[in-house]
């Protein structure tokens, strides 16, 4: 050791930096010479196995595709309540010179587009899907050809391992070297599954078309093309705007394989494509019909395809429940007997704890309008929303306003309901009462107006987008109108259901869904949903104020507060609306939405023609009256039997929990009684919107076009702008929209 700096001496127990060195050197020669004879080891491994698979193969025929199994939708007990038929002789081969050349270059340039010059395998694409799984990057395609897509359909299956795709490929490049192009595509064609329960391109033709395949034309030909790679995706029914710019990627890969001209691409526009209509012996009657369309629309966002559901014998277990199903059903169907024959109801029954749809009812025909999926306006069911932005921003329920008409902007007067008031009141009070010009002044006064609203609304589960709307709650131009408030936007019956139900969860929010498990026939599990945490979107005492104040609502419209036989009266919140129907004096829409703590469930009334909605005396028709009903026996089934449980105890918001004691004013005036012929009883705070003379808030409206859609808009822009008619719609079908101004709250 040196005596001077006290550093240790270098002695032969510690290596020198050159011995370091050298032996970090023959470290890393090690490596490398075990890797130069590993990689070599391993290649001639997999080509060995390459040859053995591909010598021992049996090129397919497409008669050794996988028999079609019938997929069962099953309901919490297990019983089946929907099925999925893959119809008996659907597929019709085809002869390769009976399919429009248009036909086979749409589908090279939406699947393959070096198919005619690879061997049964791309390379290229075999390298970009083994670097997205590298990467983690789901869009970086699956890299199979036609050639694999065809064997896997016919002989290997989807099964989801190495291999199998290592099979595939063996079997594809046998294929490619057995038979001609022309064999190919034609098995290819003849097997593939194109949607709306069509194998193969000839039945393709007849589902989207109605016509031989070999009368298709190039446009046609690029739209059964684009349902390729996830049919349901892709329909033009379900989804119009995917399906047009896949559409349009097919023509521009045809234009780049020099299979069409560009002048003839830019002439181009998207064919009519008539509504689907399932076969009548594999569809399912009634309610469970539109159950089963929801089911498979969420099996595609589960990565379960559509080939799975037809060939792998499924058994898909839904959230929906028995007993509220009977309920919400048997309310729909006796509450509407003796009323007007254009009278339809939907409802969704939701579980706040797990976000799982326990009763659904879009309409009596299971192939028809679902009216759960479609855009309609909420009227002062919407107000909740306001109250929840409002508590957010500090303003509590003590808060109060005057109910004295209101001068808003343009010249617009809003006014209440039959001229109801309270003088000034609290907002408690003026959420029993719907009084609009509380609840607007209220609106006026928050912290972003009208977007403070729009922002509660979509935050509590109102989808921000669905059908052909880009962007709920909000006009063309991207702003958001005062009539927001009073339910001038067109929001669903399933988000309403849902964004309730976040109330009924002290402000935690779980995304609405129908699936719960997806089995296959040999009891492979392909989904088990896990439990929800949800979400955290508004403090459990913005929530719990909310409640608080919509507790006396259900009693207060009507008398449809809930009872139960074993326990008696059972705690609730609700609220009921109405829309107008345009400037005519008559309503169009009526809700009722509400909660305990284990269901929340939305009603809708209303018609599918754009026409005044009456009652069974042909009296104006409110939400205090039908829907309340409706809401009152579905719930009350629901629940019958299950103990009562009591809202929580909410915190103080701005110096003030729960409800705060209001005493009558001198001014206040009490709701009207009428006769049952109107309708409306006692009046019961519906709330609905009432203008000055000669002034209309511009509002969407309009009917549903009849037929088939998981969604779809009333019909109108958003922009609102005076009459708006109904038009084209997701459903799509037949129908005609009637003008409606929709100034209705």
Same mark, same amino acid.
């Given at each position: ?718 922009? /609102? @702008? &005076? %009459?708006? +008619? *109904? !038009? #084209? $719609? =997701? /459903? @799509? &079908? %037949?129908? +005609? *929209? !009637? #003008? $409606? =101004? /929709?100034? &209705?709250?």
């Amino acid at each position: 050791m040196s005596a001077g700096n006290g550093s240790p001496s270098r002695t032969g127990q510690e290596p020198t930096k050159t011995e370091s060195v050298r032996k970090r050197q023959k470290i890393i020669s090690w490596v490398v010479g075990l890797v130069g004879i590993g990689v070599p080891a391993v290649a001639l491994i997999a080509i060995i196995a390459f040859m053995a698979v591909y010598v021992s193969a049996d090129v397919p025929r497409p008669g050794d595709i996988k028999q079609n199994q019938v997929a069962l939708i099953l309901n919490t007990n297990g019983k089946t309540i929907a099925k999925v038929v893959p119809p008996e002789g659907n597929r019709t081969d085809v002869k390769i010179s009976d399919i429009p050349k248009s036909v086979q270059n749409a589908v090279i340039a939406a699947e393959d587009r070096e198919f005619q010059t690879n061997s049964g395998f791309s390379v290229r694409g075999l390298s970009r899907a083994v670097l997205g799984k590298f990467t983690g990057r789901d869009d970086a395609g699956g890299g199979s050809t036609i050639t694999q897509q065809y064997v896997k359909n016919a002989l290997v299956g989807d099964e989801h391992s190495y291999t199998r795709k290592f099979k595939e490929l063996a079997i594809a490049t046998k294929m490619s070297t057995k038979w001609s192009k022309d064999d190919i595509m034609a098995a290819y064609l003849n097997t593939i599954y194109f949607g709306r329960g069509a194998y193969g391109v000839s039945a393709a033709a007849q589902a989207y078309f109605r016509k031989d395949i070999s009368k298709v034309t190039t446009a046609e030909a690029a739209v059964l093309a684009s349902s390729i790679r996830s049919p349901s995706y892709y329909d033009p029914e379900t989804n119009p705007e995917a399906a047009l710019n896949r559409w349009n990627y097919v023509l521009d890969g045809m234009v780049s394989i020099g299979a069409l001209d560009k002048t003839e691409r830019a002439a181009m526009k998207y064919p009519k494509v008539p509504a689907y209509r399932e076969d009548s012996t594999t569809a399912d009657p009634g309610p469970n019909g539109l159950i089963k369309r929801q089911v498979l629309a969420e099996l595609e966002s589960l990565n379960i395809s559509e080939q799975q559901v037809r060939t792998e014998g499924l058994k898909i277990t839904t959230t929906i429940d028995p007993k509220v199903q009977a309920a919400v059903v048997s309310a729909a169907k006796n509450k509407l007997q003796g009323e007007q024959k254009t009278t339809r109801t939907a409802i969704v029954s939701i579980d706040p704890a797990t976000g799982g749809v326990r009763g659904y009812y879009g309409g009596s025909d299971g192939l028809g309008w679902d009216h759960a999926q479609a855009g309609l306006q909420t009227g002062s069911s919407f107000k909740v929303f306001a109250l929840i932005a409002a508590l957010e921003q500090d303003i509590p329920l003590s808060k109060t306003y005057s109910s004295s008409p209101y001068q808003a902007t343009g010249g617009l007067t809003v006014t209440n309901s039959d001229g109801e008031s309270c003088g000034t009141c609290n907002l408690a009070t003026a959420m029993k009462m719907s009084l609009n010009t509380v609840y607007y002044r209220l609106m006026m006064d928050l912290n972003g107006q009208a977007q403070a609203v729009a922002d509660a609304a979509h935050k509590a589960g109102v989808a921000e987008t669905f059908g052909d709307i880009p962007h709920t709650l909000q006009d063309k131009n991207g702003g958001v109108e005062g009539g927001v408030v009073l339910g001038q936007y067109p929001s669903r019956v399933i988000d309403m259901a849902s964004a309730y139900a976040t109330l009924a969860a002290s402000g935690i929010y779980r995304a609405p869904h129908f699936v719960q498990k997806v089995e296959t026939s040999k009891g492979e599990v392909l989904f088990d949903r896990a439990k929800d945490p949800g979400k955290r979107v508004f403090e459990a005492k913005v929530a719990d104020n909310v409640t608080a104040a919509l507790e006396p609502i259900a009693s207060y419209s009507n008398g449809n507060g809930l009872s139960d036989d074993t326990y008696g009266s059972r705690p609730s919140a609700s609220k009921t609306g109405t829309a107008q129907l345009g400037d005519t004096g008559q309503n169009k829409d009526a809700w009722m939405v509400g909660y305990t703590p284990q269901l929340s469930t939305a009603v809708w009334v209303g018609t599918d023609q754009g026409i005044a909605l009456k009652n069974a005396w042909g009296g104006p028709m409110y939400g205090s009256g039908l829907s309340a009903q409706i809401w009152k026996a579905s719930m009350d089934g629901a629940l019958q039997g299950q103990p009562i449980k009591q809202f929580p105890e909410p915190a103080a918001v701005g110096g003030q929990a729960g409800v705060p004691y209001e005493p009558p004013p001198v001014t206040y005036t009490p709701p009207r009684t009428r006769s049952n012929n109107s309708g409306r009883n006692n009046g019961g705070g519906d709330g609905n919107l009432t203008l000055a003379p000669g002034v209309t808030i511009p509002l969407p409206g309009g009917s549903p076009r009849h037929g088939r859609g998981n969604s779809g808009n009333y019909g109108g822009d958003n922009s /609102g @702008g &005076g %009459d708006t +008619t *109904g !038009g #084209d $719609t =997701t /459903g @799509g &079908g %037949d129908g +005609t *929209g !009637g #003008d $409606t =101004t /929709g100034n &209705g709250g």
